[in-house]
Each structure stands twice: as C-alpha cells, then as structure tokens.
C-alpha cells in the first residue's frame, strides 16, 4: 500500500459514495484491520453513521470482516484492491453487451448497482429499465440471468456462518456446491411480484455477486490474443483462442502454465468450430510462430505433438513490451534500445552500452545515466584487485534492470495519472455544473417537442437559449472529459497488465 494508491482509492470512494464513507474507507485504509469501537474513535463520527458506511462498503464488497484472534470481536479490512475494480465497472458491462447483447448488459450493470442481490430483484429491475414490461421481457431476462449464471458470470453471495468457537462471531462462507446453481424462478411469481400482489419473493434468501474473476479471465484472455494479432495476424489469433478453450478444460485457470494440449485435439476444435479454411489449412506453421514468440512450449511429441501455455512467461514478455513503450515515449527510441541492450546483456558496463545500442559515446552515457535516475535501471559495483605490486583495488560497475522493482515503480505513476484525471474530469464538471445542466434540460425539452411534432423553426429558437459562447466552453468541456475518462481507461489496462504480471511473479 502507498500514499499514491490510498489517494486514489479515496478518491474513487468520495465520487460514488459521498465524504462520510470516504472518511470510514480512509481510517481503514491506515490500519491493517479496525473493529467497529476503534473506527468510531478515530473517526470522530457517530456509531450509526460508521454502520451504514461499513453497510455499504461491505454490501459491495469494498470491506470484508472477520473475528480478531482473541474470538472477542469483528474487525475489519479494507479491500483496496476491489476499490480499484469499481473503474472497471462500465468495461465489464461492454464486455457482456459485446458477448450476450442488451438484456444481458442491462442485468450486469443493475447487479453492479446494488453490489449484491437476488434475481428476482434484479431480472423486475432491469425489466422496469427495459422499454417493454410485458411477460414476453420477464421470461427473457429470466433465461438471460440463467445464461450468465451458467456461464460463471454470476456467481451465489458467500453467506454469513458462525464459527465454531463463538456463536456469535460470524465470517462469511462461500457454499462451493452452490456457486452456479440457479434457483427455481416461478414466471406466474415474477409476474405477481411485478404488480404488487404478492411480497415476498420466491428466491428470498439467495443472493448474487458479479463474478469479477471470470471478467478477468476473459480481459486477460484478450490481451493474449491481441498480441498475437499483433505480432502475426487475425488467423494466429483464432487458434490461440482455441487453444485456451482446450487449455480451460484440463487446467485450472490461473495456473502459471497449462497441462499438456495436443495437437490432434487443437486440430479437431478447429475443424469443428471454425469456418476459416486458411488457418485449417496452415495450423500447424501459426502453431511453430506463436512458439517461436514464447507463447507456447512443446511438451512432446506424443499425439501429433503437445504444447503448454506458460502463462508466467507470456506476461513477462508484455510487461516488458509494456516497459519499453514507456521508455520509448517519455525518453525516445534511443534510451529504449539502450534500455533492450542492457536488459538482453543481464549486467553491461558504461563502454559496452554504446557498443552495443550503436549510439554515440556521450549521447549514451546521458541516456544511460538519465535512465539510472528515474530508477529504470540499478547499478552495482565491483571491486578487483589491480595489477603490479602495490594490489590496489579497482572499481567497475554494471548496469542491469530489476523488472519487478520497475513494474511496482509504473504502478504508482499509473495510480498518481488516475487520482489527476479523475479529479481533473471532476473539477470541470464541478466549475461547469450548471452549464451542463441547462444543456441538458434543453436537449430534453428538444426531444419532447420533437415528439410532438413542433415545427423546426420553434425549435432553433429554443435551441438558441445556449449562447454561442456558452456552446463553445460546453464543447471544449467535453471534449476534455472524453479525452480524461480514455486516459483512465488506458492506465486501468496497464494496471491490470502490471497486476497480472505480479500475480503470477508470486506464484
């Protein structure tokens, strides 16, 4: 944890829900874990505005509790990480309006809104966002709310149990049996439940969560297949996606490196599955080259030969493909081969660098020293006896490159670059608020006399009501927020790129 990340955190947590859960989020974020008594007292704010903020952290899984190891109370622990993944909410909702269409977006984006809660909850919700509410809508969210459960996109909310040693403290227990199992939905139920006649609901009890690991299995899937793309081309790409469907049904999914997949059954899914006569025709040459870039390894020769994915290997490569493209945008594409040389080398003194990277003597040492300072490279020295009779010792020194120590670097500009941006998008629509909203209101009375059918003359004259100067600022506003909230979808793909690097370093 850094200062760095905890303005950043507080800052995602005052945008969505407001100063006094900020203010309890920010306590947490200082102590490793805090019982209830401790955060009030330190917080100066009353017990019942603490509940309803841990309430709400806790209801989206921002908090989680536990008992201390006395068993003499409830302590709890802020997840800093989910605060992060609050950014991510509107790439998991294209993500399914992408994969499942509209209705399954629609249910997506309504359980993220309530953090966690039952289906019939969710399906009359996203029914009353829908433009149709008749039974014909129920049944399809209904079935659309069963797919995404089938498909691990929905999982069943951990529910409270006591622990064996107090019965009064509880933690909270994930039923594995139960994970995906979705619960009889009565459509005559729904239905009565929509119109108020009856109050109870008929999965009353069961609650739901987004899975937010399976939407990572599948960014973290396309970031592999991109590359693929990338260095090769679409048909390269298409058998990788083969390959980790093979790969999910004989290895669990965040293994460092998969179990065996042989070549017979890769052939098989692709005659099966794909239309594409080319990469039929030419799988096993796509099958050499993405070897060849260090996705895949031969096992053996056994079944046409066999191939495993080292998934720790691939994301070091893209984490240094990511490091270099920092390097090369900030300091040019000279330091990035000095950069490469060094990294290649392992350990390479100051007159080899310009040997090597085939860069002038002085313009080198500026670079290479440049690169030292902003801790993209380390140096260590060594000392060796000199020659003749006095055996005076003589220094050297080497550069090389911790890549673990500049990932854990880059993520802190990536957490200072979102904390500006959000609050820079922040602060113009403060400042703008009420230009905004005038804006807003006259594209809604627009619409309506649209609707009903006002001449195009009236309508250029109410549209009037906006300045020209006014419609400029509110032009270059936009423009400057759009162009904010990309930025911050862009450092959100290269934190998950570093993350993932470091968590499968640690495996």
């Not at 505005?49 to 709400?56: F, G, N, P, Q, S």
């Not at 890769?266 to 594409?276: A, F, G, P, R, T």
């Not at 870039?293 to 495993?308: A, E």
């Not at 070091?316 to 950069?339: D, H, P």
Request: hydrophobic content about 40%.
């Amino acid at each position: 944890m850094s200062i760095q990340l905890g303005k950043l955190c507080s800052c995602i947590i005052q945008q969505h829900f407001g100063d006094v859960v900020r203010t309890v989020a920010d306590d947490l974020f200082t102590a490793v874990a805090k019982t209830l008594t401790m955060i009030v007292n330190s917080t100066q704010l009353t017990k019942s505005e603490v509940c309803k903020a841990l309430a709400i952290l806790l209801k989206f899984g921002l908090v989680r509790y536990q008992p201390n190891k006395a068993l003499t109370g409830t302590e709890y622990i802020l997840d800093y990480e989910k605060i992060l993944m609050v950014l991510r909410y509107p790439r998991y909702v294209h993500l399914i309006q992408t994969k499942y269409g509209p209705e399954s977006a629609i249910l997506t984006e309504e359980l993220l809104r309530a953090g966690y809660q039952t289906a019939s909850y969710i399906i009359l919700k996203a029914t009353a966002a829908s433009d149709e509410k008749d039974k014909g809508t129920i049944t399809k969210l209904r079935e659309k709310f069963n797919d995404l459960v089938t498909k691990n996109y929905f999982i069943r909310a951990p529910s409270p149990k006591p622990v064996e040693q107090s019965a009064e403290l509880m933690i909270l227990d994930y039923e594995e049996q139960n994970l995906f199992q979705m619960p009889e939905l009565d459509l005559k139920k729904l239905l009565d439940l929509q119109e108020n006649k009856i109050n109870k609901a008929p999965d009353e009890g069961i609650y739901w969560l987004v899975n937010l690991e399976k939407f990572h299995l599948d960014f973290r899937d396309t970031i592999m297949m991109s590359a693929v793309e990338r260095l090769v081309d679409e048909n390269a790409g298409e058998s990788l996606t083969y390959l980790l469907q093979l790969m999910y049904t004989r290895t669990k999914p965040w293994e460092t490196v998969s179990n065996p997949i042989p070549m017979v059954e890769l052939k098989q899914i692709c005659e099966k599955k794909s239309n594409n006569s080319e990469l039929i025709k030419y799988l096993d040459q796509y099958i050499a080259v993405i070897e060849s870039i260090g996705f895949l390894s031969k096992f053996g020769d056994m079944g046409g030969g066999q191939y495993t994915l080292n998934m720790k290997r691939i994301f070091e490569q893209l984490t240094w493909s990511c490091i270099e493209n920092v390097i090369t945008e900030k300091y040019g594409s000279k330091a990035a081969r000095i950069f490469r040389v060094i990294r290649m080398k392992k350990y390479v003194e100051q007159e080899d660098i310009q040997k090597e990277a085939m860069v002038p003597a002085k313009e080198a040492k500026q670079l290479t020293y440049k690169l030292m300072q902003e801790n993209y490279l380390q140096i260590q020295p060594f000392r060796k006896l000199g020659g003749g009779n006095a055996g005076a010792p003589k220094s050297f020194f080497l550069f090389y490159v911790n890549q673990t120590q500049i990932v854990a670097m880059l993520l802190e500009i990536c957490y200072k670059s979102l904390y500006n941006s959000i609050t820079r998008s922040t602060h113009d629509k403060t400042v703008n608020k009420r230009l905004i909203e005038k804006s807003q209101r006259l594209d809604s009375i627009v619409e309506a006399m649209k609707d009903r059918g006002e001449s195009e003359d009236y309508i250029a004259e109410i549209q009037e009501t906006l300045t020209p100067p006014e419609k400029e600022i509110l032009h270059k506003v936009k423009i400057r927020v759009k162009s904010l909230y990309s930025a911050e979808i862009g450092i959100d793909e290269t934190i998950f790129l570093l993350k993932l690097f470091q968590q499968y370093q640690k495996k």
